[in-house]
């Protein structure tokens, strides 16, 4: 259970890294452009860093339908943003972008994980990454980012979403990427119902199985809150069982918006489990294969 970024080894086999949720969107689901301004951003990213962020996930684009950003807008909104944060904090920083050239200069600016959830769709943004010796999130998605999908349909939905990440992790090592560098996430809510998206948090472990740093990204999505009928600003609870129970499960990654409350959880649960339990663990399920 390692993390390679560049020549840092991020040993995650008895511990947890939390990745604070940063958006520079006026249009949000969750914060609705409360840190937009550059100050507010500034000081929202202090505050996630004194609650115990490992990693700062900055974002210039909202993932679901919306107005229009150019390319221009999102650099204009994530790069002077990763510089300022670079300078300040000794974090990991990610951009939450699905296109090349704003990878390739947030990572000339000080960033070095790129978060793509259209699944590498720009060519050019694994090259970007490999060159800047970073690394990468691959995100399964059924369409493309900022387009509905009412009514995803799978013959298979935890085989699908296995080949594409597998297929995600192929073209990143091709890239020049190494394994390690490589993390995976299932996408819940991008391309599912909620059905879809219980059933691949349900089988989790798979995941972890796979070999490469699974993250997980849950926190108040609208599973959650269609399962309990909680609006969203009532899912806080919801969202830290979910990082607890894939936790335990082998997730090692957690993006969100509740830094604290995360922290508290993973770093209760590495006090819980003796690290060669969890270690063992992880044998016994690798060896389920």
Same mark, same amino acid.
């Given at each position: 259970?390692?993390?390679?970024?560049?020549?840092? #080894?991020?040993?995650? #086999?008895?511990?947890?890294?939390?990745?604070?949720?940063?958006?520079? #969107?006026?249009?949000?689901?969750?914060?609705?452009?409360?840190?937009?301004?550059?100050?507010?951003?500034?000081?929202?990213?202090?505050?996630?860093?004194?609650?115990?962020?490992?990693?700062?996930?900055?974002?210039?684009?909202?993932?679901?339908?919306?107005?229009?950003?150019?390319?221009?807008?999102?650099?204009?909104?994530?790069?002077?943003?990763?510089?300022?944060?670079?300078?300040? %904090?000794?974090?990991?920083?990610?951009?939450?972008?699905?296109?090349?050239?704003?990878?390739?200069?947030?990572?000339?600016?000080?960033?070095?994980?790129?978060?793509?959830?259209?699944?590498?769709?720009?060519?050019?943004?694994?090259?970007?990454?490999?060159?800047?010796?970073?690394?990468?999130?691959?995100?399964?998605?059924?369409?493309?980012?900022?387009?509905?999908?009412?009514?995803?349909?799978?013959?298979?939905?935890?085989?699908?979403?296995?080949?594409?990440?597998?297929?995600?992790?192929?073209?990143?090592?091709?890239?020049?990427?190494?394994?390690?560098?490589?993390?995976?996430?299932?996408? %819940?809510?991008?391309?599912?119902?909620?059905?879809?998206?219980?059933?691949?948090?349900?089988?989790?472990?798979? %995941?972890?199985?796979?070999?490469?740093?699974?993250?997980?990204?849950?926190?108040?999505?609208?599973?959650?809150?269609?399962?309990?009928?909680?609006?969203?600003?009532?899912?806080?609870?919801?969202?830290?069982?979910?990082?607890?129970?894939?936790?335990?499960?082998?997730?090692?990654?957690?993006?969100?918006?509740?830094?604290?409350?995360?922290?508290?959880?993973?770093?209760?649960?590495?006090?819980?489990?003796?690290?060669?339990?969890?270690?063992?663990?992880?044998?016994?399920?690798?060896?389920?294969?």
């Amino acid at each position: 259970m390692q993390l390679v970024v560049g020549e840092d #080894t991020l040993d995650l #086999t008895n511990t947890s890294l939390v990745m604070g949720v940063l958006n520079r #969107t006026p249009d949000s689901f969750y914060d609705k452009g409360s840190y937009f301004a550059f100050d507010a951003f500034l000081k929202k990213a202090e505050a996630l860093v004194l609650e115990g962020a490992d990693i700062l996930d900055v974002g210039g684009v909202k993932a679901g339908p919306g107005d229009e950003v150019t390319e221009e807008e999102e650099l204009d909104r994530v790069v002077p943003a990763v510089e300022a944060l670079s300078k300040r %904090f000794d974090v990991l920083i990610s951009v939450d972008t699905w296109r090349a050239r704003v990878i390739e200069e947030s990572l000339s600016a000080g960033a070095r994980i790129g978060n793509d959830i259209s699944g590498f769709a720009d060519p050019g943004y694994l090259d970007a990454v490999a060159k800047a010796r970073g690394a990468v999130v691959a995100t399964h998605i059924r369409l493309r980012p900022r387009v509905k999908d009412p009514n995803p349909i799978y013959s298979d939905l935890i085989g699908e979403v296995k080949d594409f990440l597998m297929a995600r992790v192929k073209m990143a090592e091709e890239a020049g990427l190494p394994p390690l560098s490589v993390m995976i996430d299932v996408g %819940f809510d991008l391309g599912k119902t909620t059905e879809q998206s219980l059933a691949l948090f349900d089988a989790t472990e798979e %995941f972890a199985r796979l070999g490469y740093a699974l993250l997980v990204s849950a926190s108040n999505k609208g599973f959650l809150g269609e399962s309990l009928g909680l609006d969203i600003n009532s899912r806080r609870e919801a969202s830290l069982a979910a990082v607890a129970l894939s936790m335990i499960r082998g997730a090692r990654i957690f993006r969100v918006h509740d830094v604290r409350g995360t922290r508290r959880v993973v770093d209760t649960l590495s006090a819980i489990f003796d690290p060669k339990e969890w270690g063992q663990r992880f044998k016994e399920h690798k060896s389920l294969d």
